[in-house]
Structure formats: structure tokens, C-alpha cells
């Protein structure tokens, strides 16, 4: 090939070929723009231009997906990236049997977003863009006010639904809500394509941890939800990400996906040489940019892209980059792949 274009490179290295260099993105929470489809598009633009970041991971508030069942939030309260939960749409498991499918075209928290998904294409019309969706188990453990974590709480919910209530209890309620937003986020993700996404960013947040699910609760509660939305994204290229520690990459070997992003250097995590079938997604930890230790960044992006060298990598933190990031950070870090 003559001249790669960003399209060129995306789509080449997420096809698990080799294009004339790895790529590279960062992306991050703007918590005072993010409450509006104008503000959301004018920010990830601004960003995505400020850095020439090779392709977009669009980063909408926490909560969206939740939302769309009516869960509210208080936007003026923030813990790190998560707004304050004020109410839950079920107080209890047995409430599970209320939710229902919801079209992306008439919810108001779905039809914000892909306002914003084309408000960004329009002015980043040669950048891919892969719009953040959270896995269905993952928007049910937020809807009930649940952690998708094995260590954190949600902000504003003192006492949530039990795991023994939701998954034991009441485990047949449980497998319709799952049903339910599978079904509301696979319409979703169609008109993602529609609104401009080239794919998704498909957050299996920290639910492959074994402290939160063992591997037979996560393969009945995740997988066959995971494959319904991931099956409605088949026409981009997906990148999956498994959170935190004990995250389990090669769990994803026979999902349908293109890459793969997960925290290389957390505790019970393999590194870069993990036997993984997707394209390889990450190699910085992005803690280093909460101290903006701009020596260890490039350190290890240099690592990574030396340990990678002749294969399809996508050079990026390895979760997203901490709120008090500097400008000298990102650059230095994106500049890595041009040396």
C-alpha cells in the first residue's frame, strides 16, 4: 500500500495484519462534558485533534447505558468517574420482571448518544470512532446499584441488591433483565452503525474477576448476552475490555471480536505475551498518568512496542487515563509510535 490512512491502519492491524506502524490512542472522562450530546462531540473532537490520535474511543458518562431504564444521577457529585446514584429503578430482585426492551430511537439516554456519535463523525470524518458499550451483566449490576467490580461500591447506594438475591434468588428474573438489555443494546448498536461507529469499545468491566463471578455464574450471566450484542456490532471491529486484576483475557479467545484491552500489569494478569487470538490492546499502565511519570511512560510504551515488534498492536493505557493528566504525558506517550 501507498499512503496509509487511519482507516487503512485500523481496520489492517484490528484484522490481525500488519500495517506501516502500530497505532495509538488514549482516551479519558471529561466530567463537566459529558452531561449533552454538544458537549460530549465538541470535547472528544477537541481532544481527539489536539493529539492526532490514530482512531477514538468515545467516552461517554459512566451511567448512559442504566439511564435508559430510568436510574437518575446527580451530576453535580462525582466519585472518580461515577456521578452520584440517587435512585435505582429496582429496589429488589423480584422487580427485575419490570424491565422491559427499550428502542434506542426513543430513549432519551440512547437516542443523547448517537447524537453525539454523529455530531463526532461530522467532525472527524477520516478518525475511526468506536462508541463504549458496557455488557449487559455489567448495565444490570449498575441498574441495581451494584459494583461491576470486586472492590468498589456504586457512589450514593448504601445497600444494594445481593448477588444471592439477583443470581440465586431470584435467578430467572435475573435471566430477563440480562434478555432485556441484550435485546435494547443490540438495537442500540445497530443504529451506532447508522449514527457513524466503526464499532465498539465492549466493556466487560470487572465481572471476569472470580472474586465477583466464579467461571460458571460468569459463562451463564455473560457469555450468551455478550454474544447477542457483539453479534449486532459484526458489521465494525470490536475491541473487548476485561478490567482490573484477575481480568482473564484468554476467557475472550472465542468471542467475536477484533481486539483485546486489559491491564497488562495487574495483579493475576498476563502480560503482553498472553496466548490471546485478538489483536493486543494496551501496554502502559495508565496509573503512570495519575502522577503524569512521563519516564515510565515512554519506558514502557517502548517495551511494548519493542516486545510486539512485526506484529498488529494497538500502542494504548491499559484502562482509562486518570482525570489530572498532563499534556506532556499524552504527547510524549502518542509520540512513541513515530520514533
Known sequence: MGEWSKQDRFRAILSGELADRPIVSGWRHFIDKEQNAEDLAATTISFTRKYDWDWVKI??????????????????????????????????????????????????????????????????????????????????????????????????????????????????????????????????????????????????????????????MFDELSRPYDSIVLEAASYGKNILHTCGAYAQPEKFNDYRIDGISWDTIAEGNPGLAANLKATKVGGVDHGLFAVNNIEQIKQQAQEALAFMKNKPFILSPNCAIPLNVSDEALEQFKNQVLE
Open 59 to 216: 467516552n461517554p458518562r459512566a451511567t448512559y447505558l442504566a439511564e435508559a431504564w430510568g436510574n437518575e444521577y446527580d451530576f453535580t457529585d462525582y466519585q472518580t468517574v461515577f456521578p452520584r446514584q440517587t435512585t435505582t429503578v429496582i429496589p429488589a430482585a423480584e422487580n427485575l420482571w419490570d424491565l422491559e426492551v427499550k428502542k434506542a430511537t426513543q430513549t432519551a439516554s440512547l437516542l443523547e448518544h448517537l447524537e453525539a456519535v454523529r455530531k463526532i463523525r461530522q467532525g472527524l470524518p477520516d478518525t475511526p470512532l468506536i462508541q463504549t458499550v458496557f455488557s449487559p451483566l455489567t448495565v444490570l449490576l449498575f441498574i441495581v446499584g451494584r459494583s461491576a467490580y470486586v472492590t468498589k461500591t456504586v457512589f450514593g447506594i448504601e445497600q444494594p441488591v445481593t448477588l444471592e438475591s439477583l443470581f440465586k434468588e431470584h435467578r430467572a428474573a435475573a435471566h430477563h433483565a440480562l434478555h432485556v438489555i441484550a435485546l435494547t443494546l443490540a438495537d442500540y448498536v445497530q443504529e451506532l452503525q447508522q449514527a457513524g461507529s466503526d464499532g465498539l469499545f465492549y466493556a466487560v468491566t470487572g465481572t471476569a474477576h472470580p472474586g465477583l463471578f466464579d467461571e460458571s
